[in-house]
């Protein structure tokens, strides 16, 4: 299962930390550089939960904006028989 909204297809994204060295100018130096960078990842806040897809119940990944609009229809609770 993707680490992905199913409802959005809201994923992670690349991006850099940039590590910066010098004295800013404001202080009196000549200003910041930029010293090394390494690559980082930018995850979404995805929560777990059991949703009706095309009418069928799946626990799935939704992100919290989806979750706060409603996009979606929740899947009701099995009911074990009782014997």
């Known amino acids: 299962m993707l680490k992905k909204c199913v409802i959005c297809q809201k994923g992670s994204l690349n991006g850099k ?3 910066r ?3 800013y100018k404001a ?3 000549t200003g910041s550089k930029i ?3 390494s690559k980082r990842k930018f ?3 995805l929560q777990k939960m059991r949703i ?16 706060k609009k409603g ?7 099995r009911v074990k ?3």
């Open 17 to 19: 930390v940039l590590a």
């Open 21 to 23: 060295k010098g004295q």
């Open 27 to 29: 202080k009196g130096g």
């Open 35 to 37: 010293a090394r960078w």
């Open 43 to 45: 995850l979404p806040n």
């Open 52 to 67: 009706l897809v095309k009418g069928i119940p799946q626990s799935v990944f939704i992100c919290t904006k989806c979750i």
């Open 71 to 77: 996009d979606f229809k929740k899947a009701v609770p």
């Open 81 to 83: 028989p009782t014997i």
